[in-house]
């Protein structure tokens, strides 16, 4: 599976960088996308309501006028004598020619019993006219006023009518005006006040309320039954919104007529004006495009010159840990990151200094060797090795042969390079990792070989250390030193300890320089402390001697 991490600091600031343009301009849409939405539907709002309040004058005025128109009528002495007559040709014949001069699209005569006389409706039976405009005309019959206002449904068609009484003086019959909702009816409104329109009406059965009846609509049927499945005119005169399409405003038409419950529908489709907003989506996108090319290459460069002293700091500290003190970390700025490399390089010279005394505390100045406190150190850790994994180790003690006469004829420079070329020779033979090779001081250095215990090697060992030490040495290119070692070998062992190892090998050194020089002797471990005091004495009386 492939991965991609980014490690490189440089890589985190380019792709910060990249991430927040790429964020921001995206944030940036979005609000854009908020901005222009929330402002297509407060513009698109308010004009629903200009819109509203100008289809209710209209409608109003409409319905007065015809109201008006009825109230002459019934007045007219002519129409009044002829429904007074209760002929249906004369009656029908009035009826026609009134309706054409009213502009009414249904007209109806009921008598003062409430019993349907005759209308202007043709090709529909009797019953089905007098079904619906019953209701209405009992409701004129029961008001102050015997007049009445509401919807009545007469086939497939809905009608806004008006019933008024017909007086001479009494009351002698009932007259019905009305128009009909349909699509031409609201495309009429539409070209007023510039909003689709849609007519719809509930039948209501007490408080229960049935499917919505679409009577008239500028919008096609499809969206109008999917606005109103969505229970957009739930309220009085309410504002719904329906995000697919459009944003609705609905007007309550009154109602004398307790079947159905008739609403005006104001809907302009909103998402037409919020595409003209996305329409700068684009430049967006290019601007964020552009931004992004522009500041990728100034961040490469801020991103080079913030993240190069880090990785010189970096550098130099692996460096630092492999014990390289030279590093110095340069860095010609005036800020934290050149303030952090001044206390870099003050810190290694700190390093340094500490390893040097550290250094100096456990080293021969002149020779570089291990110095006796550091063989101590050794001794104990062999001890127990010795102790704890039963591994011997062996220390070989070195005395120089007529080193004395050196310093006297030739001088202490000489003297030095003479140590100093022992010390090379001596650090020749502690080849492996866990031998050491020291300068006790003097002319006295030592040889601590761990894990061997075998005799045979040690003494193979020792012959080589004092053939390499017998070789002459150069001082300069007339002269050359022959010196000589005699050389005391002492194991380790579980009794002993480093004051007695020392001293075992000393004491063997003893003996090596007794027996002639340039020769070595072994200490036994099981040797006494009688055996190895009886030594000592001989030596005290040799150095008194």
């Not at 849609?198 to 609509?217: L, Q």
């Not at 109602?255 to 302009?268: H, S, W």
């Not at 004092?466 to 002492?490: C, F, M, Q, T």
Request: one cysteine or more; proline letters at 2%.
């Amino acid at each position: 599976m492939l991965s991609f991490r980014i490690t490189s600091f440089r890589e985190r600031i380019l792709l910060a960088t990249a991430g927040i343009i790429i964020l921001s301009q995206a944030l940036s849409i979005v609000l854009f996308d908020y901005i222009a939405i929330k402002n297509a539907q407060y513009l698109i709002t308010r004009d629903l309501e200009r819109s509203s309040d100008y289809f209710s004058e209209m409608f109003d005025y409409r319905f007065e006028q015809l109201r008006e128109n009825t109230t002459l009528l019934v007045n007219d002495f002519g129409f009044k004598s002829a429904i007074a007559t209760f002929n249906l040709e004369t009656i029908n014949s009035a009826m026609l020619n009134h309706k054409k001069r009213l502009d009414a699209d249904v007209m109806a005569i009921f008598n003062k019993d409430g019993q349907y006389v005759s209308s202007t409706v043709f090709g529909v039976l009797d019953n089905k006219v007098e079904q619906a405009f019953s209701l209405l005309v009992t409701r004129a019959n029961q008001s102050a006023n015997s007049s009445a206002v509401g919807l009545a449904s007469i086939g497939a068609q809905k009608y806004q009518v008006i019933i008024v009484p017909v007086k001479a003086p009494n009351l002698v019959a009932y007259v019905i005006l009305g128009f009909i909702l349909d699509k031409e009816f609201a495309m009429d409104f539409k070209s007023y006040i510039q909003t689709d329109l849609t007519f719809v009406a509930y039948k209501s059965n007490g408080e229960a309320r049935k499917e919505p009846m679409i009577m008239g609509s500028t919008v096609d049927q499809f969206d109008s039954e999917n606005i109103f499945q969505k229970n957009i005119i739930e309220q009085e005169r309410g504002l719904g919104i329906d995000f697919g399409q459009f944003i609705t405003r609905t007007i309550s038409i009154p109602q004398d007529n307790p079947e159905f419950k008739l609403y005006a529908v104001l809907q302009k489709p909103w998402r037409e004006l919020f595409r003209e907003y996305t329409s700068y989506r684009p430049y967006l996108m290019f601007i964020t495009a552009l931004l992004l090319a522009i500041s990728i290459p100034i961040t490469v460069r801020i991103s080079r010159r913030v993240t190069r002293p880090v990785e010189l700091l970096v550098d130099a500290s692996e460096r630092v840990e492999k014990g390289d003190y030279t590093a110095h970390v340069t860095i010609s700025q005036n800020d934290e990151l050149g303030t952090l490399a001044d206390r870099f390089n003050n810190m290694v010279k700190g390093l340094a200094e500490r390893d040097r005394m550290k250094f100096m505390a456990y080293h021969d100045g002149l020779t570089g060797l291990p110095n006796r406190r550091l063989v101590k150190q050794a001794l104990d850790e062999a001890l127990l090795a010795h102790h704890e994994k039963d591994l011997v180790s062996v220390l070989m003690l070195i005395d120089l042969d007529n080193f004395k006469p050196v310093n006297d004829t030739y001088g202490h420079d000489a003297g030095d390079a003479v140590l100093l070329e022992v010390a090379k020779r001596l650090n020749s033979l502690a080849a492996r990792k866990e031998d050491l090779a020291a300068r006790l001081g003097g002319d006295e250095f030592a040889l601590l070989l761990r894990g061997i215990d075998d005799k045979d090697i040690i003494e193979k060992k020792a012959h080589e250390l004092i053939e390499l030490i017998r070789n002459p040495i150069e001082i300069n290119a007339a002269d050359k030193i022959y010196i000589g070692a005699s050389v005391g070998i002492a194991y380790s062992s579980e009794d002993t300890g480093i004051d007695q190892w020392l001293k075992n090998a000393d004491l063997a050194c003893y003996v090596a320089k007794d027996a002639g020089k340039n020769t070595y002797a072994i200490t036994e471990p099981d040797e006494t402390e009688e055996e190895q005091t009886e030594k000592n004495d001989d030596k005290d009386e040799e150095e008194k001697t």
